[in-house]
Structure formats: structure tokens, C-alpha cells
């Protein structure tokens, strides 16, 4: 099974929440991860003709395909472990209406759960699910 990439905005507190969360559950060891604002998360970007300051978003690469926003989440429910995946069912909600609840939650990340001022680093045994590390 090939791996699939997670950018996060490396800064966000919730957004390092979510990656935590997500290395927990991954079980399969399916999930790569890499911050936006890295090199490696800006030459994927690029390659993808996607805004190099799109540090607001969420984005799953999957199968050469580029997820963001309430879908790249979903998707990333899909692969854990648990009961998780069943909150894939909501995909059944138009895109519209889960992206408004998605940038709602985007737009107060900062005030909510606060940022740090740089980004995370993993713990030595963490390191091999990050990019260009």
C-alpha cells in the first residue's frame, strides 16, 4: 500500500493536535506527514499548482490526487483504527455545507487552541513519518 501525505499548518496548535491524533491511530503506518510551510509541504504545493500560502488548509495527497479542507479530513478518518472510519459517512453532506463548518473552525484555530511560533519537531522515534527531515 502505497503511503499518503498529510500538510498541516506546522504552526497551529490544532493542527499539531490533529497529527498527533492521527499517528496514534495509524496502525497501518499508512500516513507521511509534512508542514506547509516546510520545503518538502512548498515543492508539493507547487507541484500541484496550489497557493504557496494555503497554510488555512488541510491537505491529504492520496493516490496522486489532492484532498483539502472536510474531504482530506474524511479521508484520513477512513484509515484509522476503531470506530473512526465511520465518520466517513459524511460524505454523504454536500462539500459546501462541510467546508463552511471546516473554515468556520479554520478561521478561529489561532484564538481557540493558539499557535506556536515555529513548527514542530517529531521525537527521534517519530521522525521517519516526516518529510524532508
Same mark, same amino acid.
Given at each position: 500500500m502505497a503511503n499518503a501525505i498529510i500538510l498541516? *499548518?506546522?504552526?497551529?496548535?490544532?493542527?499539531n493536535g490533529a497529527v498527533q491524533f492521527v499517528i496514534k491511530r *495509524?496502525?497501518?503506518n499508512y500516513f507521511r506527514f509534512g508542514s506547509l510551510q516546510s520545503e518538502a509541504g512548498k515543492k508539493i504545493l507547487?507541484?500541484?499548482n496550489l497557493p504557496l500560502d494555503a497554510s488555512d488548509s488541510f491537505?491529504?495527497?492520496e493516490d496522486?490526487?489532492?484532498? *483539502?479542507?472536510?474531504t482530506a479530513a474524511l479521508r484520513v478518518l477512513k484509515h484509522?483504527?476503531?470506530g473512526w472510519p465511520l465518520l466517513y459517512g459524511f460524505m454523504i453532506v454536500p462539500k459546501f455545507l462541510r467546508d463552511a463548518v471546516y473554515n468556520f473552525i479554520a478561521r478561529n484555530r489561532y484564538r481557540w487552541f493558539g499557535k506556536t511560533d515555529e513548527c514542530m519537531l517529531p521525537t527521534?522515534?517519530?521522525t521517519a513519518k516526516f518529510l524532508n527531515l
Open positions: 498541516f *499548518d506546522g504552526v497551529c496548535n490544532l493542527c *495509524d496502525k497501518k507547487h507541484e500541484n491537505l491529504l495527497v496522486g490526487k489532492v484532498f *483539502d479542507r472536510s484509522l483504527k476503531n527521534p522515534e517519530l
